[in-house]
């Protein structure tokens, strides 16, 4: 019995640790325009594919762009939160509009919503499920997705 449990433990130790986000490699590149990622760390995101593999990207919004578009491609999506630094689940966390992103306007990821309304003083927080290819559009004409 002592065996089972230990082998159930390796083995789910085995699965959590391929399901963990990966700091990218210095000089990675956003899988979406060739940027560097790790210019404002802030904001790198990253997506684990299928076959196992980890693209990245300099911003939340160029991560969602690409999930958007290969989501029978990816199988994980992350997201730093922007008040820590840490890495989070893109599917849960909540967004608010930012002018000066990486590239331009661009999306601030938390964790938390009360954080997030705090940051957002006052602007609409988005949750993923919000963000679709017209709102990352009109984000980047500028209209910080009020227009969604």
Not at 20 to 37: E, I
Not at 69 to 83: A, L, P, R, T
Not at 106 to 133: E, H, N, Q
Request: glycine share 8%; net charge positive.
């Amino acid at each position: 019995m002592k065996t089972f449990f230990l082998l159930v433990g390796v083995l789910l130790s085995f699965i959590l640790a391929f399901a963990q986000p990966k700091d990218p490699p210095k000089g990675a590149r956003c899988v979406v325009c060739g940027m560097d990622v790790n210019m404002m760390p802030k904001f790198t995101s990253q997506l684990k594919l299928k076959d196992g593999k980890h693209v990245y990207t300099e911003s939340p919004k160029h991560a969602i762009q690409y999930f958007l578009k290969n989501k029978d491609k990816v199988s994980q999506i992350w997201v730093k939160d922007f008040s820590t630094g840490k890495w989070i689940d893109a599917k849960r966390a909540y967004y608010v509009a930012v002018d000066e992103g990486p590239m331009g306007p661009d999306l601030a990821a938390f964790r938390s919503m009360v954080k997030a309304k705090k940051f957002a003083k006052g602007k609409k927080v988005f949750r993923f499920k919000d963000i679709d290819l017209e709102f990352l559009k009109h984000l980047d004409m500028g209209h910080g997705g009020m227009k969604h």
